[in-house]
């Protein structure tokens, strides 16, 4: 029997899995496609000993491209991914024509390269169907285009017309079997005492991820919970901070908890292993993201968070995610950038049990939706139907 799988190269940026959220996705990603059928071979857009000479990069994954000949190309986009660099958006003309090509759009809506021409500009040269001012060539080239929410969708049709394929991300961590016992040992670890509550914060820490404001309000909140401890979970360097800046925002965030008078109730622990993070969700009380532009399902560390069954207070995005906001399955916080409003919703999940057992109950539910098994089947049949395939 022939072998009719569909064989995908997927194009992504540099980064180590632990070092960025785009390569991290892409890694479960492929994992999750061999599971229903799809041959992926993630293929790296990466400059030589960080050289920064990304034409060349560009040049040497066409030439793997060719050299795998996959019946269909998936790039994974986001401008942080390659350093901001514009030649991610020429690959459409360094492969082969006849290949045909799906452009993911992790980060969308908020940039352009150039960045100096002005938006009344980028709008007509968009309405030419020719280029994308974040993209390139990538979106005006590709044969279908998929976000992870309906908010770049959104930007996506006012800008060039083009309807996208919604295929949500999932967690980015599961629930580890065994991850509730290792959280109380955790627990012990830290020497959190019996009954003292537990709050996490849970991804690569950034300063757009609000995570100053929160820190600042631990003095208010430990108030009325004075063995309150907050555990960061989580690394500094990534493709979006380097090592250099890296290191400078956690001194900048150690300082401040100094300053703040909550140094001995803030633990930093830098990256861990999914088994780790697993049992550090179960180990806390609550989760907070405060993120200065909102949380929306295109985080996996929300979904990994509600997965876990946790409790989690986040910031609302400008526009409404997919239902989110209505499905009771968060605990929103009024405004970003403001640590009175992390004190008001963060104090009453920690006096309201109740409201905390409502949250972890919609939260499994609503992130129940949200697997890697069901994205991938998404992705098989947007290849299919692209490949002119009644089934993958």
Known sequence: ????????????????PDADGVSDYVAHLVEALHGVGVEATGVPVRPDADDGRWRA???????????LAPDLVHVQFAPSAYRFS??????????????PLVTTLHEYGWWACPGWLPGRLWSAVERTGRWDRESGRLVPASAAVIVTNPGHGDVLRART??????????????????????GARLRAELGVPEGAPLLAFFGFVHPVKGLRYLIEALPELRRDHPDLRLLVVG????????????????????GLAHRCGVADAVTFTGHLPADRV???????????????????TKSGALLAALAHGLPTAVTQ???????LRRSGAVALIGARRDTAAIVRTVGRLLADPVL?????????????????????????????????????
């Open 317 to 323: 995005p400008d526009a409404d995610d997919d239902g």
């Open 235 to 254: 690394g500094f360097t990534s493709q979006a901070l380097p090592e250099p800046e890296a290191t400078a925002f956690r001194a900048e965030l150690t």
């Open 57 to 67: 990069a560009t040049v040497r994954a066409a030439r793997r491209v060719r050299a």
């Open 161 to 182: 017309g083009r309807a996208a394929t919604h295929i949500p991300i999932a967690p980015n961590v599961v629930d580890h079997v065994g991850a509730a016992t290792a």
């Open 1 to 16: 029997m022939a072998d009719d799988r569909i064989r995908v190269a997927v194009l992504h940026g540099p980064g180590r």
């Open 86 to 99: 514009g030649q991610p958006g020429l690959l459409p003309w360094r492969l082969p024509r006849r290949l």
């Open 278 to 296: 697993s049992a550090a969700l179960h180990a806390a009380d609550a989760a907070v993201l405060p993120f200065t532009a909102g949380v929306s």
């Open 356 to 392: 905390r057992r409502r949250l972890a109950e919609r939260g499994r539910a609503f992130a129940a939706a949200y697997s890697w098994p069901r994205v991938a089947e998404a992705h098989r049949d947007l290849y299919a139907r692209t490949l002119g395939r009644a089934h993958a």
